[in-house]
């Protein structure tokens, strides 16, 4: 009896934990298109449009190698943006840097990085599709995001934005979703 009450008890935890990961796999996936269709809204409406579209669809992934290649992001982790944000603030990446990364594309970025556009999608998950609440680490992102806009302060060395990068899991920071944030902001903030 004392056996069947352990796996009966263990069968109900595994299943609330796997109800949390596939919500969360869920709200993943839903981000990602949200993100997906408000960027390639923003893409086809940038030139040049003949022979770039693939430079636009990737247009972070390509800052975030050329980033590795200088050896400005050491890796693709909380802990390698954190110390590449530190870079941006004491202004260690050089104007040049960007000069290079726009004539390699052929054209000037900058409106393919929208600062905090995704971060309505947090707004979508929460109020339309309602498979977000208070107390996912996607609500928590949205509200420091919140505080670090309402400082008013919106430099790359802000508390406000560090709180923000330590609300992201390490595994979710795999994915380049939750990355452009911080490449939005690089980008706009030097140039």
């Known amino acids: ?3 069947l ?3 009966i008890i263990l069968t109900l935890i595994t299943a609330c934990g796997s109800t949390k990961n596939t919500t969360d796999l869920i709200a993943d996936e839903k981000f990602e298109l949200c993100s997906e269709i408000k960027y390639n809204r923003l893409v086809t409406e940038v030139g040049p449009i003949e022979g770039k579209l693939i430079y636009k669809q990737n247009i972070h992934s390509l800052l975030e190698n050329s980033l590795i290649q200088e050896k400005y992001l050491t890796e693709i982790s909380k802990n390698g943006y954190s110390e590449l944000l530190k870079k941006v603030s004491r202004k260690e990446i050089k104007p040049e840097f960007f000069d290079k990364l726009k004539s390699d594309l052929g054209f000037d970025p900058y409106l ?3 600062i905090n556009s995704h971060l309505s999608c947090y707004g979508y998950l929460f109020e339309q599709l309602k498979i977000l609440d208070n107390s996912s680490w996607q ?3 949205g509200l420091a995001y919140n505080k670090f806009e309402a400082s008013g302060d919106l430099k790359t060395d802000s508390e406000y934005l560090t709180d923000v ?3 992201i899991p390490e595994d979710k920071f795999q994915l380049i979703m939750y990355r452009k944030l911080f490449l939005d902001l690089i980008y706009t903030q030097l140039n």
Do not use: A, D
Request: glycine share 0%; aromatic share 14%.
């Open 112 to 114: 393919l990085f929208p």
């Open 139 to 141: 609500f928590e992102l």
């Open 5 to 7: 009450l352990q796996i």
């Open 165 to 167: 990068l330590n609300k």
């Open 1 to 3: 009896m004392k056996k």
